[in-house]
C-alpha cells in the first residue's frame, strides 16, 4: 500500500466503560492527528447500539479503536470487527480478551517465566479469610478489579485492617478481583509498536504526586511527571523492555502494546500489566516516549493505521 494513500479511517471513541471521558479524550485527538495526514476521518461514540450502523455506512478501510477498559479494549469491540470485516488497529479478540484480564494475563506471564506480583484471586462469593491472604502476600497489598483500567477501583492497603474496605471496593467493579504483593520501587512503562517486527520504546518512568497512579495522576495535568528514560540502571532498562516485548509476544498482541511494571531496590522489574489500547492522547505515556525516539503523535498514528493493514 502507497504510505501517501489517503484512507478513511473510523474512529471509534467514548463507549459506557468507566472509562469513556479518557477514551473522548483519546479519540478526539488521534482523529485529529489522521486528519492532518490527509485521512478522511469519520468519528464515531459507540455508546449506543446504533453506532454499528453507522460504522457499516462508512464502510471505512480501517477502524481507530479508542476505547480503553471494557467493550472496547476487552475483545469485544475487536470481534464485531472481525465480524464486519474491517481493519482494525491493535491486537485481536483473544489477545485483547487476556490483556483486559489481569488474573488470566498473570497466567500466561508466568507461562512465560516473566515475574508478576503474587496475588490471591477472589470470586464474589469467596469466603475471605485476611490472615490466609497477609501470610501469602506480606502486610502491604493491592487490591484491583480484574478487568478494569485507568486505577478505578486500585487500593493500596496498607496494612491487613484495611483490607475488607479495598476488598469490597474492587468488588464494586468486577465480580473477579486481585490482592498483590505491594512492590516498592520505580514505576516504569514501555510502549511496543508492530505486528511481527516489533519497536521496543525508550523507558519512561512515572512519578505521581499522589501515593500511587491512580486516576487523578492519570489525567489531571500536573498531577504526574514522565522521565525518559527512567532512572533506573542500564541493565533493569533492558530488562523493562524485553519484559515489555515477551508480554507483548505472548499475549499475542498486535499492532501496540504498553507493559506497566515496577523496578525494585534489588533492580528486579515486575510485570503489572499489558494494556492493549493505552492512552492516545498527545501527551499520553505512549506518544510520549514515542516522541523522545522522534516518532510524532501525528506519525505514530499513521504507523498503527499501516500495522492494521499489514498483511491484508
Ligand atoms: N503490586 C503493586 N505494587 C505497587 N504498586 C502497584 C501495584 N499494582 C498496581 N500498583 C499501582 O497502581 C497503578 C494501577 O495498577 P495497574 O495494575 O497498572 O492497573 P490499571 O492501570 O489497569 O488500573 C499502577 O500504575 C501502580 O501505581
Ligand atoms: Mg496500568
Not at 60 to 75: K, N, Q, T, Y
Not at 115 to 138: E, F, S
Request: aromatic share 4%; net charge negative.
Amino acid at each position: 500500500m502507497n504510505s501517501q494513500e489517503r484512507l478513511t479511517v473510523a474512529v471509534l471513541m467514548g463507549g459506557k466503560s468507566g472509562e469513556r471521558e479518557v477514551s473522548l479524550n483519546t479519540g478526539g485527538q488521534v482523529a485529529q492527528a489522521l486528519a492532518a495526514m490527509g485521512h478522511e476521518v469519520v468519528p464515531i461514540d459507540t455508546r449506543e447500539n446504533s453506532f454499528i450502523g453507522q460504522l457499516v455506512d462508512a464502510a471505512p478501510d480501517v477502524a481507530f479503536i479508542c476505547l480503553h477498559g471494557r467493550l472496547g479494549e476487552d475483545g469485544t469491540v475487536q470481534g464485531l470487527l472481525e465480524l464486519l470485516g474491517m481493519a482494525y488497529v491493535g491486537s485481536g479478540v483473544l489477545a485483547s480478551a487476556l490483556a483486559m484480564d489481569k488474573v488470566m494475563s498473570k497466567h500466561f506471564f508466568a507461562h512465560a517465566g516473566l515475574p508478576t506480583p503474587d496475588y490471591v484471586h477472589l470470586r464474589a462469593d469467596d469466603r475471605i479469610d485476611i490472615g490466609t491472604i497477609t501470610a501469602a502476600l506480606g502486610e502491604k497489598t493491592v487490591v484491583k478489579p480484574a478487568n478494569e483500567g485507568s486505577a478505578l477501583g486500585v487500593t493500596i492497603a496498607h496494612e491487613p485492617s484495611e483490607l475488607d474496605a479495598a476488598i469490597a471496593e474492587a468488588f464494586r467493579f468486577d465480580d473477579d478481583i486481585l490482592i498483590e504483593r505491594f512492590i516498592a520501587g520505580v514505576e516504569v512503562t514501555v510502549g511496543v509498536i508492530g505486528n511481527d517486527e516489533l519497536t521496543v520504546l525508550p523507558t519512561l518512568e512515572i512519578v505521581p504526586e499522589h501515593e500511587f497512579y491512580d486516576y487523578e495522576s492519570k489525567y489531571v495535568p500536573g498531577m504526574s511527571r514522565h522521565i525518559i528514560p527512567a532512572r533506573v540502571s542500564a541493565e533493569a532498562a533492558a530488562e523493562c523492555q524485553r519484559v515489555a516485548v515477551e508480554a507483548h509476544r505472548t499475549l499475542g498482541c498486535r499492532g501496540m502494546s504498553r507493559a506497566d511494571t515496577i523496578v525494585d531496590d534489588e533492580g528486579t522489574v515486575w510485570l503489572l500489566e499489558t494494556n492493549t489500547i493505552p492512552g492516545m492522547t498527545t501527551t499520553s505515556l505512549l506518544p510520549d516516549a514515542a516522541r523522545a525516539t522522534g516518532i510524532e503523535f501525528s506519525e505514530l498514528c499513521e504507523r498503527l493505521v499501516r500495522h492494521a493493514l499489514e498483511g491484508r
